[in-house]
C-alpha cells in the first residue's frame, strides 16, 4: 500500500526537518542528481555555474521544506524548488545587468562598453525567462493533447520531419497530415489558452 | 486541400494557416491566404498565435520530453507507465545524455560546505539520529495522552478497549511499522446512538472474544440495507520510528478519536478496529507484511476506501501522515501531513483527519 512505502520519505522529512545532519546528507545524496538534471535542462550553463545553482537549490530546500506537502511527491516538491530558484537566477542575473548597463551610461572605459556587447549577443535574459514559463505550459499542454496529435507534432516538430517522410511512416497523405497537424496545432493553442487562463504557471 | 473563396470572409482558411506558416501551400493557395490575411484581423491574430506555439515546439525541444522527477523515477523505482519512458528514450538524444549524466554523476560522500554552514544557521544546535533516546519517548507517551482521559465518555471508550488487544510488529527496511490493534468497537458512537444503544458490559465482550464468537466484535449496523449500500470504509492507526510496540491504553485512545461521528456514519459504513484484530489474529503466523495483511483485510472486509493514519516517531515528537486511499487501486484519494506534533495535538489531528473523508466525492467513485 503506498501509504506505507511512502513512508520512507515521510521518516527522512520529519528528520530533516528536526536538523539531523545524517538526514540531511541522505537527503543529499538522493536528489542531488536530480536537482543537477533541472538546473542542466533550465539553464545550459558551464559546470561550475550549476554546481553553484545545485548548492542554493539545496540551502533554499533548508528553509522550503517545512513546507513540503506530501499530496505530491516529494521528488516532485524538489523539482519544483530547483526551477523556482533557477527562475531566481534568471531574474537576478537580468537585474544585475541592467544595473551594469544603467552604470555604463557614467562610465566610458572600454571594459563597460565590453560588457554591454556581450550582453548584446546573449539572448536577452527576460525574453529567456518568458519563454522558459512559456515552453512549460506548452509542455502541460502536450500532455493533455490526444495521443494522435501528440505523436504528429513530435515527428513534425521534435525530428522534424517533412510531411513527405511521415507520410511514409504513418501510411497518411501529405494533404490530409498537413491539415491535421494544422488542427492538432490549433487544439494545443485551445489547451494552451485554458490552462493560462486558469492561472497554471 | 480546400482551396479558398476569396470573396467570402466567413470561409476562414484555419486549416491552411499553418501550411502558410511553413511555406508548404501552392504558390496559387499562398496568395489567397496572403490576400486573406490582409482582410481578416481574426485570422491574422490565429495566425500569430500559431506561429508562437509551432516556433516554441520546434526551439523548446524538451517539451516533448518526459520530466525529471519522472526520469528519477524510472532510474530509481522502474516506472516506466505503458513503456512510456523507455520508449521517449530510443529515440530522444537529449534523454539519453540527461540519464548517462545522471548515472555517470557521483554524489560527494560529504555534505558541500556551503550547505553544511546554512544547516548550522538554520539548526544552531543540529540533533541527530535518536533512535537511542525511544525508550525515553515510550515512557513519556502516556503521560501526554493521559489530559484525554479526564473527559468522562472518552475514560469510558478506552476503559471498554479489551484486554486482548494486541500490537503486531513487523521488520521492515525502514524501522519496524506496528499495525496498531484495538478491540474498540464503536458501540455506543454517534451522538444519538450514544444514549440510543444500551451501554456495553467488557465481561459480556471480553468472553465472547475468547470463545471465537466472531459476531461479537461485528459493527451492528443500524438498518442492513441502508448500511450495505454505503461505501465501507476502513480505519487503521500504523506506526513507524519506534522501537517497540506502544502501551495499549496509547493505541486505543487514538483510535477512540478515530469514533466516526454521526455526520459520516450517515454516508459510510465503517469497519470496526475490533474487526481489524480479529483478521490480525488470524493472520499471525503468516509471515505477512503489513501492506499484504491490510490489502487482504480490505479485500475480505470488503473495504472499498481506508483512512490510514501513519503515526511516525519524530525526535521528542511525532508527525503524522493520514491519508485517504481508494483500497481498489491503491490511488490515495486525499491526504494530510504535519509533523512536530506533541502527544495531545496528535490525537486531535487524528480526530480532525476523518475531514478527509467529506473532501472526496467518495459516493460517486464507488457507483
Known sequence: ?201 | MKTLDKNNMENHPQDMLLGYLEGTLSVEDHDMVRGHLGQCEECAEEIDSLGKLAGILKSEKHVFCPEPWEWYEFIENGYNPGGRLSSHLEICPLCSAEIANYNHSRTQETLPTVIKEALKEAYPEPSFSKHSEAQGRFARIPNWFSPMFRFPTLAFGAALAAILAVVLLYPRGNGPIFIGVSSEDWEEAGPVAKSALPKFVPAQKESKAVGGNSQVHKYTPKSRSVEQSKPKVALVVVFSGFDKPLPQSTVDSLYEQLRPRADLEKRFQFSTPAQLKQFLEKAVGRNLSPTRILREFYKESSINFALVENVKADEDKFGLKSQLVDTHNDQILAESIQLGLSGTELASRINDSLALLNDVKIEKRTK
Open chain 1, 1 to 201: 500500500m503506498a501509504s506505507i512505502n511512502e513512508n520512507k520519505d515521510f521518516s527522512l522529512v520529519g528528520q530533516c526537518l528536526s536538523g539531523s545532519e545524517p538526514a540531511w546528507m541522505e537527503f543529499y545524496s538522493r536528489f542531488e542528481r536530480l536537482v543537477r538534471m533541472v538546473v542542466r535542462r533550465r539553464l545550459h550553463n558551464s559546470e561550475d555555474a550549476i554546481e553553484d545553482v545545485v548548492h542554493d537549490v539545496f540551502i533554499t530546500l533548508i528553509s522550503a521544506l517545512k513546507n513540503y506537502n506530501s499530496s505530491y511527491s516529494l521528488q516532485n516538491f524538489v523539482c519544483t524548488i530547483a526551477e523556482r530558484v533557477c527562475v531566481d537566477r534568471y531574474r537576478f542575473s537580468n537585474a544585475s545587468k541592467r544595473n551594469a548597463e544603467t552604470h555604463s551610461l557614467d562610465d566610458e572605459n572600454s571594459g563597460v562598453v565590453y560588457q554591454v556587447m556581450k550582453s548584446s549577443n546573449q539572448p536577452c535574459q527576460e525574453e529567456a525567462l518568458i519563454l522558459a514559463q512559456e515552453a512549460e505550459i506548452v509542455k502541460r499542454a502536450l500532455r493533455l493533447l490526444g495521443m494522435k496529435c501528440r505523436e504528429l507534432l513530435r515527428l513534425r516538430y521534435y525530428d522534424e520531419a517533412p510531411y513527405s517522410k511521415i507520410a511514409e511512416l504513418t501510411g497518411i497523405t501529405e494533404n490530409t497530415l498537413t491539415v491535421q497537424t494544422s488542427r492538432c496545432i490549433r487544439e494545443l493553442r485551445n489547451i494552451h489558452q485554458n490552462l493560462v487562463k486558469s492561472g497554471y504557471k
